[in-house]
């Protein structure tokens, strides 16, 4: 019988994936960048492959990576879905809301607001569940989904609460030498992030729709998800598609620039999906409410 890996050597594994990078992981995890880099070589040692394509900068992943990856994130999936379940049958008056969302959508929309609802709600606790799905689904432990969409869901109460735009954006350095060069892209890497979802614009998209070209610089750099993309276009590796739900606090702080291209605005939108079956709908209705006020634009 194949003997699993330690399961801290596939956190390491997971965390580095989604955080970016080695630098980002050890902090989250609280170690050296030695340590994270020496639990990657531990488990590429335990399976016999290599799961980091060292060759490239940022590094990425090779097949075997992408396979472990895709299936650490399933089980991960599964396990918080069922401790979700666990946790509302043990405390199903409990004033607790469990929120499915993207990883995307909570390392950048989310997790930077529930700072201010806990002000305003001490008495909320919110727990985070994040997925790969674009669609989250409703288990019997969610009490919210936070979906990108056209609203036609039939599982739960469903509250607009913002609609999408994409915009090229990239490190304030790198939009300056586009500039420069008259708003050519075809000296920019293009940030590419590979999903199976075709509602999710891509750049052969974006530049169809556009009318723009990108000459040499179209194959650019290839991520599984947009945290990394996000950390490679705020490090000035190239030119992301940004969307305000995860580029979006970003450029508000300087970190991102506009690119200077045309900015579009997709059929879809977010939404925030309060489920039928929720044990807990009055409370959940006070965090759907106050997330909804929280994504109307400031003035």
């Not at 990078?21 to 030695?34: P, Q, Y």
């Not at 288990?139 to 609460?161: E, F, K, N, P």
Request: glycine share 8%.
């Amino acid at each position: 019988m194949l003997r699993l890996p330690p399961l801290r050597l596939l956190t390491v594994f997971e965390t580095v994936q989604r955080a970016g990078g080695t630098k980002a992981a050890a902090a989250e995890l609280n170690v050296s960048m030695s340590a994270v880099s020496q639990a990657l070589r531990q488990l590429e040692e335990h399976i016999g492959a290599a799961l980091i394509d060292r060759s490239t900068r940022p590094s990425g992943l090779t097949e075997a990576g992408e396979i472990l990856l895709k299936a650490v994130i399933e089980n991960t999936e599964r396990l918080s879905e069922a401790l979700n379940d666990i946790r509302a049958l043990t405390d199903p008056a409990g004033a607790s809301v469990t929120v499915a969302c993207t990883i995307g959508f909570a390392t950048y929309w989310l997790m930077p607001r529930l700072e201010a609802f806990y002000i305003d709600h001490p008495d909320i606790a919110v727990n985070v569940h994040t997925t790969q799905q674009e669609v989250p689904r409703l288990g019997q432990g969610t009490d919210i989904a936070m979906r990108y969409g056209d609203g036609r869901w039939d599982d739960g109460t469903v509250d607009l609460l913002f609609r999408e735009t994409v915009e090229p954006v990239c490190s304030p350095s790198l939009a300056e030498r586009i500039r420069s060069d008259d708003g050519n892209l075809g000296t920019a890497f293009l940030i590419h992030v590979d999903t199976s979802d075709r509602r999710w614009l891509s750049w052969p998209d974006y530049l169809a729709r556009t009318h723009q070209k990108a000459a040499g610089s179209a194959k650019g750099l290839r991520f599984s998800n947009y945290v990394q993309a996000t950390q490679a276009a705020i490090s000035g590796h190239g030119v992301m598609l940004g969307w305000r739900s995860i580029t979006g606090d970003q450029v508000e702080k300087g970190l991102l620039v506009s690119a200077g291209l045309p900015r579009l605005q997709p059929d879809n939108a977010y939404h925030a999906v309060l489920s039928h079956q929720s044990r807990n709908r009055e409370t959940a209705a006070v965090v759907v409410d106050w997330l909804r006020a929280a994504a109307q634009p400031q003035v």
